[in-house]
C-alpha cells in the first residue's frame, strides 16, 4: 500500500474516531473527557496528514504516539464501559483498530 493511499486512510479514519468522540458522544450532554479525547484525535490526525515543516524529523515519535494514544482509547473504553457496550462504541473501536493498522503501516514509510 503506498504511503498516500495509508495517509488519507488515517485521515478518514482518525476524523471518523474524533467525530464520534468529540461530536456524537457529546450530543446528549456535554463529557470533557471525550470532548478532549476527540480533539486529540483531530490534532494527531492532522499533524501526521499535513506533517508540518516545524515538525521535520519528529514524525516517527508522533506516529508512535498516535498509536499509544489510540490504543489507550481503545482499552479505556472497555474497561469504562464494562458491561454495558454500545453498538456506536463497537464502531469506534473496528474505526480505532483499522487506524492502528494504518498507522503502523506508514510508520517506516
Do not use: C
Request: aromatic content about 18%; cysteine-free; proline content about 4%.
Amino acid at each position: 500500500m503506498s504511503k498516500q493511499t495509508l495517509r488519507y486512510g488515517i485521515f478518514v479514519l482518525g476524523l471518523i474516531t474524533g467525530v464520534i468522540h468529540a461530536v456524537i458522544l457529546n450530543l446528549s450532554g456535554l463529557n470533557w473527557l471525550m470532548l478532549l479525547n476527540g480533539l486529540g484525535y483531530f490534532v494527531l490526525t492532522l499533524v501526521v496528514f499535513f506533517d508540518p515543516a516545524f515538525l521535520v524529523g519528529q514524525r516517527k515519535p508522533i506516529i508512535y504516539m498516535f498509536i499509544v494514544y489510540t490504543l489507550i482509547t481503545f482499552v479505556g473504553y472497555f474497561v469504562l464501559n464494562f458491561p454495558n457496550y454500545g453498538p456506536l462504541g463497537y464502531i469506534a473501536k473496528i474505526d480505532e483498530v483499522f487506524l492502528l493498522i494504518a498507522l503502523w503501516l506508514i510508520k517506516d514509510k
